[in-house]
């Protein structure tokens, strides 16, 4: 509990004193030579991919921590278990992979590019030594098999759900705690094949396994109630962001909280739940703009083509730039906002394209062929910083649109009632005469 009140303090002071009027357009501006992301040139592939998974799987861990210490309160079991289930889930994904890198070398990339992010697919290709002959690989084979038939993709946790994954689960909860301790039981299998060691004891993986035999070893594990679970159903058309947005930011800034406090083994994917975080909110925040603000922008920029879609990929492509540009300067107008805050807005993305234009680099060290990808000197800080701005921004555009949307829907209105009491009127003038 009590690192959970000292977080709780952290985030009062990124909220109140982390900008310090300083917009971040320069990555070196908080330079420490301690604080640079970087890779050992002479690692191993297989040895960089299995260093992601564990600080993926850490992550998950202290993520899991902390919702557990705080399961009563609905937004951070409802919202920060998608970050932390995503995060579990690839961190078993690249084990595989580390696995398969190292038993079968630059044939393993191969089915890198064939299977993706299958992990049924790619895990029967392991050979085990540890496990053959052995039941609890079936297991393992049968686990796999049950998390493609709900997220082939990897991303099931990381956007909003589609119409159909949600009608299959309006009003279910999820048994997150279940699902992480399976999943932590064959990501020590997984582990025991790759290194020899045991993530856990033999006492606990009795235990769990106890646990996967009554869930039937599924992957998303259904409770029985919404007390301390996790909820999945949402408003498709009310505000179908806000868990993943809510939550991506409450993880962001945990693992950055653990981060300060000496835990270093979590800055890949603390980087990557924030640069997340700006995409997911900057393209909830054009779903649910544009439609509104479609003739206004118009009128301001007669090029400008907005489109009520839900950007899927992963970049910050030209469009979603310059739709974003288009609504904020419009608002900038509106409010007499400095233009500047605008450009400065647009250069941040600009900044975040130059250095993981595809979210590839805080989740993967190489192309799925086997190259290598390449690092940019990143200042971990002011990377966090740069985010925490970018999402402050988009935020604050959000809640001007609701003020202006709420002002149209008064006037619109007031123009009813205003039309509604003038046809009275007439009809009634209309009776006395007529009749």
């Not at 705080?70 to 690249?94: G, Q, T, V, W, Y």
């Not at 049950?146 to 994954?165: A, H, I, M, Q, T």
């Not at 406090?261 to 997340?276: A, E, G, I, Q, T």
Request: charged content about 30%; some cysteine.
């Amino acid at each position: 509990m009590e690192r959970l009140d000292e977080f709780d303090a952290f985030c009062n002071i990124l909220n109140n004193e982390r900008y310090d009027g300083k917009i971040v357009l320069d990555l070196d501006a908080f330079e420490n030579e301690n604080e640079l992301l970087s890779w050992n040139e002479n690692e191993k592939i297989y040895e960089m991919i299995h260093t992601l998974s564990v600080q993926y799987f850490e992550a998950s861990e202290l993520t899991f921590e902390m919702i557990f210490g705080k399961r009563r309160n609905n937004i951070i079991i409802d919202c920060c278990s998608f970050p932390a289930l995503f995060m579990l889930r690839h961190s078993f994904e690249l084990l595989i992979k580390a696995l398969l890198v190292k038993q079968l070398g630059n044939k393993a990339f191969e089915h890198f590019c064939n299977y993706k992010h299958s992990i049924y697919d790619l895990a029967i290709l392991i050979n085990p030594t540890k496990y053959k002959d052995n039941v609890e690989w079936d297991y393992l084979l049968e686990f796999c098999k049950n998390v493609d038939k709900k997220d082939v993709s990897g991303d099931l946790f990381r956007y909003p759900f589609d119409n159909e994954f949600l009608s299959d689960y309006k009003n279910k909860f999820l048994d997150v705690f279940s699902m992480y301790q399976i999943f932590g039981l064959y990501y020590s299998y997984l582990e025991n094949e790759y290194s020899g060691n045991m993530v856990l004891d033999a006492k606990v993986v009795e235990k769990i396994k106890s646990e996967r035999n009554v869930k039937n070893n599924e992957y998303l594990v259904e409770a029985p109630h919404g007390y301390g679970y996790c909820m999945i159903w949402e408003m498709q058309e009310d505000y179908p962001g806000f868990k993943q947005i809510e939550g991506y930011e409450t993880i962001g800034r945990y693992l950055n909280y653990c981060y300060t406090k000496d835990n270093k083994n979590v800055v890949f994917p603390m980087l990557f739940v924030y640069r997340h975080l700006v995409e997911i909110s900057l393209k909830d925040f054009l779903f649910h703009r544009t439609d509104a603000f479609r003739k206004e922008v118009d009128k301001t920029n007669s090029s400008t083509n907005l489109k009520r879609v839900y950007y899927r990929g992963h970049e910050f492509a030209k469009s979603i730039i310059r739709d974003a540009k288009s609504i904020m300067t419009f608002l900038s107008s509106e409010n007499k906002w400095p233009i500047t805050q605008v450009d400065d807005f647009i250069s941040q993305i600009n900044i975040l394209n130059s250095l993981d234009r595809y979210s590839m680099k805080f989740r993967f060290p190489i192309y799925k062929g086997g190259e290598k990808l390449k690092y940019e000197r990143i200042n971990i800080n002011s990377f966090c910083i740069l985010c925490e701005q970018c999402h402050a921004f988009i935020e604050e555009c959000s809640a001007a649109c609701e003020e202006i949307e709420e002002y149209i829907n008064i006037a619109l209105s007031e123009q009813a009632e205003y039309e509604a009491e003038y046809l009275s009127e007439m009809n009634d003038y209309y009776n006395f005469y007529y009749d």
